[in-house]
């Protein structure tokens, strides 16, 4: 199986899945796949670190706060991150964040994500083994 993201439509939302062979494949396939709403991934330089962390009760909850968590990176920051390392531990998560400050001209970004929802949060691992890891994006 290979890591990767999808987009689902969901009226003037957007879904996103991750896949992943790890829960923190899926993680970060999903962060990839909020990243892309805005911009083109390719476009995004990896110069600049940033270091998160999360915490939540169980992993549905995690995702939601990992999401929002670059969301929020994003707006104080004024960043686009293209890149993202994980590392869970039990429903910790550890992160760098990987990107650059937006430049309009390059980026020409498409929309402001507000959050991560709860619409169709789900985490769970697939009957082929591989992890999914979804949620709806208010943009």
């Not at 991934?41 to 270091?51: F, Q, V």
């Not at 670059?70 to 992160?95: K, S």
Request: glycine content about 6%.
């Amino acid at each position: 199986m290979t890591a990767r993201w999808e987009h689902l439509d969901h009226g003037a939302d957007i879904g996103v899945r991750g896949y992943g062979d790890s829960l923190e494949d899926a993680f970060v396939q999903a962060a990839l796949a909020m990243s892309s709403v805005v911009t083109d991934l390719d476009k995004i330089a990896p110069g600049e670190s940033i270091a998160v962390e999360c915490c939540a009760p169980e992993l549905d909850l995690l995702l939601l706060d990992w999401l929002n968590e670059i969301v929020y990176q994003m707006a104080t920051r004024n960043m686009l991150f293209g890149a993202f390392d994980v590392r869970i531990d039990d429903q910790h998560l550890f992160a760098q964040l990987h990107g650059e400050v937006v430049d309009r001209e390059k980026h020409r970004p498409a929309v402001e994500i507000k959050g991560a929802t709860f619409t169709e949060l789900k985490v769970y691992r697939a009957e082929n083994g591989e992890w999914v890891a979804q949620c709806v994006i208010d943009v």
